[in-house]
């Protein structure tokens, strides 16, 4: 096992495609209450709010929304309703320049909402209300011709976290390797706590793994408190990004790996970090940038995405990325 950083690029004939990145995914209100404390169960207690906020959400737009921005071309699949909560996700799609010819909007619905908890440390929990008839459908995917123009294709975890969604997913990954796109995926705690085999079964359909340390100790087969990268690299996929918050992450192929740092920021909560490290470091992928350069990419959009409440609301631009790296390459040199 080697700890040089590896090497890693998209091919060629891939790299020519005109669009960079078509997620499958979810979008969802996201209503941002910082308080004071937790509840507590039961009891009658005093919560102290001390900021709301209403924004966009969910982890697949996350991804769309945060290349998009940099000036990546990605497209969302997802459903919608037409109600208020639908339209904040809308408009954030539009203002961002994602791509909606694959969103569908059903009638008769406010659409879906998550409401987070924050605290200042930066901890969170979550309540969600999903609105049932709001199911992506296999009319959404795109056709071989139309997916040979993308370059990679993002699988987010809550869709396959929903049964109804399963083969959709399924079938959107067979779509995608008939049209040779890369395919890219993250995972969450909870699927890969309660059906390990399963996400093993989509990991192994491929290219590219996003997951964080407590998602791979939940895998069976994966001991990640003894051999973390031994074990990891035995998954079949060419990259695997171990997301790991204030460590940073860790990048491993086949025969490397390598460590991007996290980036200092006063975090005012780290929701959607992760997604927006993604959505950063496959948009830069696509651009030909060296696979460190995206790490280093990503991990710097994943630390400013904490500067604000919630997913998406800390707009920051390339320019903010590029200050935040040059303080690390200013101080250690470059890579």
């Not at 700890?3 to 004939?13: I, M, R, V």
């Not at 791979?216 to 001991?223: H, T």
């Not at 060419?238 to 200092?264: C, M, R, W």
Request: glycine share 8%; with cysteine; charged share 20%.
């Amino acid at each position: 096992m080697n700890s040089t950083f590896p090497k890693y690029s998209l091919p060629t004939s891939i790299n020519e495609r005109a669009k960079d990145i078509l997620v499958l995914g979810l979008a969802k209100h996201e209503m941002i209450l910082n308080v004071s404390n937790f509840p507590t169960e039961g009891g009658q207690s005093n919560v102290d709010i001390r900021h709301i906020s209403h924004t966009a959400g969910g982890s697949g737009m996350n991804v769309a929304v945060a290349a998009s921005r940099l000036g990546g071309q990605s497209a969302l699949i997802t459903s919608i309703g037409t109600g208020v909560y639908a339209q904040t996700v809308r408009n954030e799609l539009l203002q961002s320049g994602v791509d909606t010819t694959f969103v569908k909007q059903i009638e008769g619905t406010e659409g879906s909402i998550l409401i987070i908890l924050t605290q200042p440390d930066g901890d969170w929990t979550v309540m969600q209300s999903n609105e049932k008839s709001l199911k992506i459908t296999s009319e959404q995917i795109p056709d071989c011709l139309v997916l040979s123009q993308y370059k990679i294709m993002h699988i987010d975890a809550y869709v396959y976290t929903s049964k109804d969604h399963r083969k959709i997913v399924e079938s959107a990954i067979t779509q995608a390797r008939k049209a040779n796109c890369i395919i890219s995926i993250d995972t969450s705690v909870p699927i890969t706590q309660y059906e390990p085999e399963y996400v093993l079964e989509l990991f192994s359909k491929c290219d590219i793994i996003f997951l964080n340390d407590d998602e791979a100790s939940n895998l069976n087969k994966i001991d990640i408190h003894q051999k973390p990268i031994e074990t990891l690299q035995n998954l079949s996929a060419d990259l695997v990004i171990l997301k790991q918050g204030e460590s940073g992450s860790t990048i491993i192929s086949k025969h490397n790996y390598g460590n991007a740092p996290a980036f200092q920021v006063k975090i005012k909560d780290t929701i959607g970090a992760g997604d927006n490290y993604a959505g950063v470091m496959l948009q830069k992928l696509c651009n030909r940038y060296s696979l460190y350069e995206a790490s280093l990419w990503g991990s710097a959009a994943g630390s400013l995405a904490c500067l604000g409440y919630g997913s998406l609301s800390y707009r920051y631009t390339e320019q903010d990325i590029q200050k935040i790296i040059s303080t690390l390459k200013n101080t250690n040199g470059t890579k």
